[in-house]
């Protein structure tokens, strides 16, 4: 069980499935990773020469949500970036939220390339 509400779940479900249009999702795709109260968006991509180095897509994470659960606050959700590390980061211009989606909507807007480059 992740602790994060089923509902926010499926709103970000259908934000990665409309991110890719359908006729380059073989090229493509954006997925969730859901890991405790955290849900990692990551980019994935087929491997560039499956001779080589197998069938496996590869993945590079994107963004991550983290959700604090009631209580002592309403369930918020916080949006994290990674660093070439990999190490996560909460980004401090975006306020916290009660649901996914104004965090999405950042994502998509992306305003400083720090998720699509």
């Known amino acids: 069980m992740s602790g994060v509400p089923e509902l926010h779940l499926r ?17 493509v795709r954006v997925e969730h990773r ?3 109260p955290n849900v990692t968006i990551v980019e994935r991509r087929p491997p560039f020469s499956p001779d080589l180095v197998g069938p496996e897509w590869s993945s590079r994470p994107l963004a991550q949500l983290r959700y604090t659960p009631p209580p002592p ?3 918020r959700w916080r949006l994290y970036w990674a660093d070439r590390h990999g190490r996560w980061h909460p980004l401090a211009s975006v306020p916290p939220a009660t649901t996914p989606a104004p965090l999405l ?3 998509d807007t992306d305003p ?3 998720f699509w480059g």
Do not use: E, F, M
């Open 105 to 107: 909507a950042h994502i």
């Open 11 to 27: 709103v970000i479900l259908r934000w990665c499935q409309q991110r890719v249009p359908t006729h380059v999702r073989d090229q």
């Open 73 to 75: 606050v309403a369930g």
């Open 34 to 36: 859901v890991r405790g």
């Open 112 to 114: 400083t390339g720090i």
